[in-house]
């Protein structure tokens, strides 16, 4: 089954950046669809940014422009790179996976431990 195991979070001034990073295993990218999801107190969890099994990638209408979703080559390595932060950025990030029927994303169910972020 698919494991996930992020890292790279932290506390940033408003207009830093950071990237966050998450060791995936068990991940078949013709498969399944990955991405990041975040969560602030008080809030809905909200889906980030996402890589389609057919390598589409999606964001959230509020970090486009500023975050960038990446995998390195070998596809173990799943990245989200966030610039220009502001403080509504602030919560724990997930690293998530779900199974894909063909083009068409699942809800990413399979989730990390998560990250902090926080901007001030």
């Known amino acids: 089954h698919v494991q996930l195991v992020e890292s790279g979070g932290g506390s940033v001034q408003t207009g830093g950046s950071l990237r966050l990073s998450c060791a995936v295993s068990?991940?078949?990218?013709?498969?399944?669809?990955i991405g990041w999801l975040r969560q602030a107190p008080g809030k809905e969890r909200e889906r980030v940014a996402r890589?389609?099994?057919?390598?589409?990638?999606t964001y959230t209408d509020s970090v486009k422009g500023r975050f960038t979703i990446s995998q390195n080559n070998a596809k173990n390595t799943l990245y989200l790179e966030m610039n220009n932060l502001k403080p509504e950025d602030s919560a724990t990030y997930y690293c998530?996976?779900?199974?894909?029927?063909?083009?068409?994303?699942?809800?990413?169910?399979?989730r990390g431990q998560g990250t902090q972020v926080t901007v001030s």
């Open positions: 998530a996976a779900g199974r894909a029927a063909g083009r068409v994303c699942g809800e990413l169910i399979n």
């Open positions: 068990g991940y078949h990218s013709e498969y399944w669809c």
């Open positions: 890589i389609g099994s057919d390598g589409t990638l």
